[in-house]
């Protein structure tokens, strides 16, 4: 029997009542206190105290934050990140226990509290069997996106390939009241996955157009429009990204090996958002640089600041959610690494923009009335240059010569041609039919698993039927994709990369363009920050090995609502006892 299959099935019969039921009963309470009438005056009174819970719980991500930039640099912020240090609960040893360190199973999985052999996001995109084409986790053929302030959009985007309720989908139908569901970000993987389903206003960036969007699942809401339209993004075009702090304050070489900037920009900061001819025309270079620059950060918090004035979070009693995914530090990575000014710089100006945002939350929420967790989706590898120059063994896993050495293994063999229908990441998808028949061909599996195993790079091969079992192994590469791995998605065979080999596509004999990236089951990738600070949290320094799974489990015991699954636990001993005056922000 396959698990991942049965798994799946039975989830998505839970979600089908789940949705099913949540619509009706959503839309029939909505600004109405159910049933209370009917109690005795003394539940009524039991009801009322027993239903404590913070007014606003906001999640805060960033996108490719490595756990260490805390470590390293703390010292460099005065405001909302350096508050979140000082008087939230840290947890130090906080990992993706899984293969697949990419954006949108790593927002899947804070969302939902389950891993990706649970909720099914096994990748940013996967090779589609039946449709012969990749997909990307959200694409959505039975929805329309919408755009704000007037502008086109394309495509259409949903939660519907997440076998998994977001805890936002469970507070909303389990809180019987008119909870609202907030969720923003540059990308479409990140706010889908946070807001799920039932979400009420879900906005993301298009870069090719410069345009916010949604879909027709969440619809056009008044308050964004309205801010998109009085605060274009190209009102950022001619500004220029200089460094923040004195030189002296940042931490390694200012102009770091290996870097790869987006058209337009030099290799060390000041940047300048000219697009990349400079001509005034905010163009799509433009756009590429306004997204790989604190500026977006900073307008995803602005966005965030209206979101919390449209919630009016301080005259209701039921909770709402706000979610902000912050995609600039992700893209700024990529380009410069993690060992550059770039990424110190953005964090410096994220710090202070958050220590705003904190205080709007002060102010229209109350302090102490909200809670606030904040983590990672994923880390990031150095950039392999740079670690081969202080002499330790690194590079690029080029999976275009993987596909390669794959074809010639068969070429003499009775194989389709091409026998690989897509190489995806980690991941070799085989033409149809092709694996089945190589299952039962020993002679033809041996020459290709020895034909990848030769690539510079590859530490170990996994056939499919290898990883879909978690409890069948101990060895903990081979658990970390079986933890990623979903049937029927998941690729035939699993390249794991050694450390410090990225995965990349580089053609042979071509320049590669610089930068680094993530995705691999080593701890660079897989470790994150995770704090939690306010209502209901104890502060503290917290040691022991957790995963950003355990987020969703956590806002929900806060919450007083039960998840129907989850592959993480309640972080207790960051919360305070209940029942003895819980507000605890300092
Ligand atoms: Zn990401």
Not at 552 to 569: F, S, V
């Amino acid at each position: 029997m396959n698990r991942g299959i049965e798994c799946g099935k039975y989830l998505r019969a839970v979600l089908a009542i789940a949705v099913l039921a949540s619509m009706p009963f959503g839309a029939a309470v909505r600004g109405q206190a159910p049933h209370r009438d009917a109690l005795p005056a003394a539940l009524q009174k039991t009801e009322v105290k027993a239903a404590k819970r913070p007014r606003l719980v906001v999640l805060l991500v960033v996108d490719q934050m490595r756990a260490d930039y805390v470590d390293k640099f703390a010292g460099q912020w005065h405001g909302g990140l350096k508050r979140l240090v000082e008087q939230g609960a840290w947890f130090h040893d906080a990992a993706y226990p899984y293969a697949a360190t990419e954006t949108c199973p790593g927002h899947a999985t804070i969302s939902t509290g389950a891993f990706p052999a649970t909720h099914g996001m096994v990748g940013n995109g996967w090779w589609d069997r039946d449709a012969g084409k990749m997909i990307t986790c959200t694409a959505d053929p039975k929805t329309k996106n919408l755009g704000y302030a007037g502008a086109t959009a394309s495509d259409g985007d949903s939660a519907w390939r997440m076998q998994v309720p977001a805890f936002a989908d469970e507070l909303k139908f389990q809180s019987g009241g008119p909870t609202k569901v907030v969720a923003l970000s540059l990308k479409a993987r990140a706010a889908i996955t946070m807001g799920g389903r039932t979400a009420d206003d879900v906005a993301w960036f298009e870069t090719s157009t410069g345009a916010w969007v949604t879909s027709d699942v969440y619809g056009v809401h008044p308050w964004v429009d309205e801010y998109v339209k009085s605060h274009p993004a190209k009102a950022d075009y001619g500004k220029t990204w200089t460094l923040t702090l004195p030189k002296t304050a940042y931490l390694y070489e200012e102009n770091a090996v290996g870097t790869g900037p987006p058209p337009g920009w030099e290799h060390t900061l000041p940047h300048p958002l000219r697009g990349k001819t400079g001509n005034g025309d905010p163009d799509k270079d433009f756009y590429t640089q306004w997204q790989t620059s604190p500026f977006a950060d900073s307008y995803l918090v602005k966005l965030g600041e209206a979101a919390v004035r449209s919630l009016h979070p301080a005259n209701g009693s039921e909770t709402d959610f706000l979610a902000i995914s912050f995609s600039s530090i992700d893209h700024i990575g990529h380009a410069f690494g993690p060992r550059s000014w770039e990424i110190q710089d953005a964090l410096v100006q994220l710090d202070r923009d958050l220590g705003d945002f904190f205080s709007v939350l002060d102010k229209e929420v109350g302090r102490g009335n909200y809670v606030v967790a904040f983590s990672g989706d994923h880390g990031v590898a150095p950039i392999p240059e740079d670690v081969t120059k202080a002499g330790g063994d690194a590079g690029w896993l080029n999976m275009a010569e993987v596909q390669t050495r794959i074809e010639s293994a068969l070429k003499p063999l009775n194989y389709p041609k091409p026998a690989v229908a897509k190489a995806a990441g980690d991941e070799i998808y085989f033409a149809k039919g092709v694996y089945d028949q190589l299952k039962g061909d020993p002679k033809a599996m041996a020459a290709v698993l020895d034909a990848i195993q030769n690539v510079p790079g590859v530490l170990r091969v996994y056939r499919a039927e290898e990883v879909d079992d978690p409890q069948a192994t101990e060895d903990p590469i081979r658990k970390a994709f079986a933890a990623s791995y979903f049937a029927g998605r998941s690729g035939d065979l699993l390249v794991a990369p050694k450390a410090y080999w990225p995965v990349g596509y580089a053609v042979p004999g071509k320049e590669r363009a610089g930068g680094t990236t993530h995705g691999t089951p080593y701890y660079y990738d897989q470790r994150v920050p995770l704090l939690l600070m306010g209502w209901g949290i104890r502060p503290g320094s917290y040691y022991r090995a957790v995963t950003p799974a355990d987020i969703a489990p956590t806002l929900a015991e806060l919450c007083g609502i039960t998840l129907a699954t989850r592959d993480g636990q309640v972080l207790a001993e960051a919360l305070q006892p209940k029942g003895n005056g819980i507000s605890t922000t300092r």
